[in-house]
């Protein structure tokens, strides 16, 4: 009997399109909207009390205001690990390491003499490799060099 009273109250035009008969209910939608609402504002409370609590006491204000730390003569403190900022001119530093890469990429030189490994300029190994190839490999067994097997029996002894 309870839904004979349901369907009193609805009109025939719903019954027939079978749309809902009632207004939706707008308590569980409001009590959402209120608990959000609620939550931010504790939240926002919270966080400035903590904010509050917190900032009262810094330990680093005790000693001096919070700053930048700068030395007087303008080299590094000494309490800091290294490496320390470089507080001078760093261009002199920059281009004298540029100036020997340059150098070592085109110049000749040993690099290990005691196994014969040698350095050569950029532009003279292109130009090699150009005239002679890159090493292809079949079956891990270089075509143009040899096996690595044969170039070891193929060194002359080092003494």
């Known amino acids: 009997m309870p839904n004979d009273a349901l369907h009193i109250s609805v009109s025939a ?8 008969a009632r207004e939706p209910h707008l308590r569980n939608p409001v009590i959402v909207v209120a608990s959000v609402a609620f939550m931010m504002i504790f939240c926002l409370v919270a966080a400035g009390i903590l904010a509050a609590i ?3 006491e810094r330990p680093m204000q005790k000693t001096r205001p ?15 690990p290294k490496p320390n ?3 001078d001119d760093g261009h002199a530093q920059m ?3 540029l100036a ?7 110049s000749y030189g040993w690099i290990d003499r005691s196994n014969g490994i040698v350095r050569i300029p950029i532009d003279r ?19 143009t060099d040899g096996s690595p097997l044969q170039l070891i029996q193929e060194r002359p002894e080092q003494r």
């Open 125 to 143: 190994a292109m130009d090699l490799i150009l005239q002679r190839g890159l090493p292809t490999r079949t079956n891990g067994i270089s075509q």
């Open 95 to 97: 281009s004298a390491l």
């Open 13 to 20: 035009e719903s019954l027939e399109r079978k749309h809902e």
């Open 66 to 80: 919070l700053g930048l730390i700068a030395a007087p003569d303008l080299h590094p403190l000494a309490r800091f």
């Open 100 to 106: 020997r890469q340059n150098f070592e990429l085109n």
């Open 54 to 56: 917190f900032s009262k």
């Open 85 to 87: 900022l470089q507080i």
